[in-house]
């Protein structure tokens, strides 16, 4: 009761301040245009797919260390990133009951950022100030995107340099040590518009609760970042847009058990990506897209090179200071075209190429040379994979309320084989603000590098993990309803989506006793867990008044492994988030922006790697944010952001907690020439 109390009071006070100020026209803004749901350009009430946009102005107010933190509230998408914004393995984003690494597929400007040798996908690599807008697709889109769409498809689009020429120095400061500072600037040149963004971050892992005895030492976090977007036309029918930039980071992870070494992790992250879109006359159109990505990993630790059992006492470690070193490449060519028979009809047709290669090796920190794990010697990961894809689209509007989709894609992997993923939509508006949207497909994951062929290493102590060749790809099947529904001058929006998928093959890592170590256990993962995950998707939002919105998610969700008939770790059932967000202009020069969130995790269960594993009941808690930010026209802003606001010490993990309460508050000037 207490926490509802507190709920109602902050938007109560929202409430009070937005009726007594005078009322302000707001900026109009233009109808969104969506593009990652079927690859052509369409307004976002007019998508057959479950598509959420976060726009600009949504964008900021809510309070984000992260991209994991703009989607905080979506309902059944959950960004798990253990230590904050240090980048850590494992990150995951898990969306409607999937939350296993690599089914969510994560694009920045429509390039992959799926890491190449592990899929995972790590959000903190993202730069915040650069992201325009998130469009988050729900439901399997294996059918135009292939492996790793399987639970969805989340594009963030990055900023160009505007219509104006600028620059716009910032700082932030906060509580665990936190400084970020850098420079947003924006070009505008003729046709052309550059967005160029620098950052450098310090911060201590917020992870910590110290008071409770836990080590603090090393755990700290520091990157520098660059990324740059160009747009602009060449020629009158084609547009073209150049991205990419770096990411230099390193993250601690304490000292060492044995050899009390400083652990940490160094990452180099960059990219670049290049797209056209052409329009050669009124009925073809064709986009064409060229990227790479290179990822870096270097972890800095103690490998357990050798175990001896004596006769009596217990058995002799053998560690040594160690670097596991992991280097991988993607290189990537998509080319697509949409024919415009008419208004009516659409025909999509796509090629894609993906090349991927990767080492991995673990090292002698001191000499560079390749060192025994847990008695097998030393080997290095060298592996490369081909990916060839075909993909089609049909799209018909009949009857002028109803919309079918027929898409499918043909992918073959040099690594494993191939996978066709069809998949079916139809969406019919019943009235003025109401959609009805139907849909099924297949999803899949293909088994990675890292999965095939990944050489041994030491997890922990006593336990390796290495590839497994024989692996078959994740395969799922997804049916979705959803009902949207817009009321009251189309200020009430409000969608249900119920949700039922049935997965085969999930690739799970299996601890079998280690045949060259009696005390030890070997991990492989294995093709082994049949799934079926049903939930539920309800999305509220209402716009008071111009300036103030509210809103409400709930998920109700089942991730079940078929043959116990047990709800997966990690899974709770319900889910929630309810809060506010304003924005109001006044007196002319001056603009508030602000939100308030709170979200709610039900129990689920959670499994610990030791030996052997103990599971234990987590999660029932409240976590909430606030935000809070002035801007004096448009060149002086000044914000302060706030998490964790009541310290609730709820555990996340079997061994951890929430983050701390913590709070950032920034001050930035813009100057435009």
């Not at 290095?380 to 499918?408: A, I, K, N």
Request: aromatic share 12%; charged share 25%.
């Amino acid at each position: 009761m207490a926490r509802n109390g507190v709920i109602i009071l902050w938007i109560s006070v929202l409430i009070l301040l937005v009726w007594t100020w005078p009322l302000a026209a707001e900026e109009f803004e233009l109808e969104p245009i969506v593009v990652t749901a079927t690859k052509s350009e369409k307004k976002l009430e007019n998508v057959p797919a479950v598509v959420t946009v976060i726009g600009q102005d949504e964008i900021e107010t809510i309070p984000a260390r992260t991209a994991g933190d703009l989607l905080a509230d979506l309902p059944g998408v959950y960004a798990f990133e253990p230590q904050g914004v240090g980048l850590v393995t494992p990150q995951s984003v898990s969306m409607r009951g999937i939350g296993f690494p690599g089914n969510t597929l994560i694009l920045l400007d429509g390039q992959r950022i799926n890491t190449p040798f592990t899929d995972y996908a790590y959000l903190t690599t993202i730069p915040v100030r650069a992201i325009q807008r998130v469009e988050v697709v729900r439901g399997p889109f294996s059918s135009l995107y292939g492996s790793s769409a399987g639970g969805g498809v989340i594009n963030f689009i990055t900023k160009d340099g505007g219509g104006e020429t600028s620059i716009e120095p910032w700082g932030q400061a906060g509580n665990f040590g936190r400084t970020d500072y850098g420079a947003d600037l924006g070009i505008s040149w003729k046709n052309f518009s550059l967005g160029l963004f620098y950052d450098h971050k310090n911060v201590d892992n917020y992870f910590l609760y110290d008071d409770k005895g836990l080590d603090d030492t090393n755990v700290d976090y520091e990157h520098d970042r660059v990324h740059a977007k160009l747009t602009g036309q060449l020629g009158q029918a084609t547009d073209f847009s150049l991205s990419g930039g770096f990411i230099s980071g390193e993250t601690g992870f304490g000292i060492g058990e044995n050899l009390n070494q400083n652990e940490h992790q160094d990452i180099t992250h960059p990219y670049v990506n290049f797209q056209a879109d052409s329009s050669l006359n009124d009925s073809l159109n064709l986009r064409a897209q060229l990227d790479w990505l290179r990822s870096e990993h270097e972890f800095f630790g103690e490998t357990l090179k050798n175990i001896t059992q004596p006769h009596f006492g217990p058995p002799q470690l053998d560690y040594t200071t160690s670097i596991n070193d992991t280097d991988s490449d993607r290189y990537r060519a998509d080319v697509s075209g949409n024919y415009f028979f008419n208004e009516q009809n659409i025909l999509t047709l796509g090629t894609e190429v993906i090349y991927t290669t990767a080492e991995k090796a673990i090292r002698d920190a001191d000499t560079g040379e390749l060192i025994d794990v847990q008695g097998r010697p030393g080997k290095q990961t060298d592996e490369d994979d081909t990916l060839l894809s075909l993909y089609g689209q049909y799209d018909w509007l009949f009857l002028e309320d109803f919309e079918l989709v027929l898409g499918g894609r043909f992918d073959d992997y040099e690594s494993y084989g191939s996978e066709f993923s069809p998949k079916a939509t139809l969406r019919w508006e019943y009235m003025n603000g109401g959609q009805i949207k139907l849909s099924a497909g297949k999803g899949f994951k293909a088994p990675n590098l890292n999965q095939l062929y990944s050489s041994p290493w030491s997890i922990s102590p006593f336990i390796v993990y290495q590839g497994n060749p024989d692996l078959e790809a994740e395969t799922l099947w997804s049916y979705e309803l959803s009902v949207e529904q817009r009321a009251l001058e189309e200020r009430l929006f409000c969608r249900i989506t119920p949700y039922y998928t049935d997965a085969e093959d999930f690739i799970t890592s299996v601890r079998r006793p280690d045949p060259l170590n009696p005390s030890g256990q070997i991990m492989q993962p294995e093709n082994v867990d049949e799934v079926e995950i049903m939930g539920l998707d309800v999305e509220l939002s209402y716009e008071l008044l111009q300036p103030l919105s509210l809103f409400a998610n709930y998920n109700y969700n089942e991730t079940r492994d078929e043959n116990t008939d047990e709800i997966l770790d990690g899974y709770p059932r319900n889910s929630a988030a309810l809060g506010a967000r304003f924005r109001h202009v006044f007196h002319g020069d001056f603009r508030v922006y602000g939100s308030y969130s709170a979200r709610y995790r039900d129990e689920y269960t959670s499994t610990s790697w030791g030996n052997p594993p103990v599971t234990e009941t987590v999660g029932d808690y409240w976590f909430h944010t606030a935000s809070l930010g002035l801007v004096f026209r448009d060149m002086i802003r000044l914000d302060a952001d706030v998490y964790n606001i009541f310290d609730r010490r709820a555990k996340t993990d079997i061994d951890r907690y929430l983050p701390e309460f913590n709070y950032q508050v920034g001050l930035s000037f813009r100057y435009t020439f």
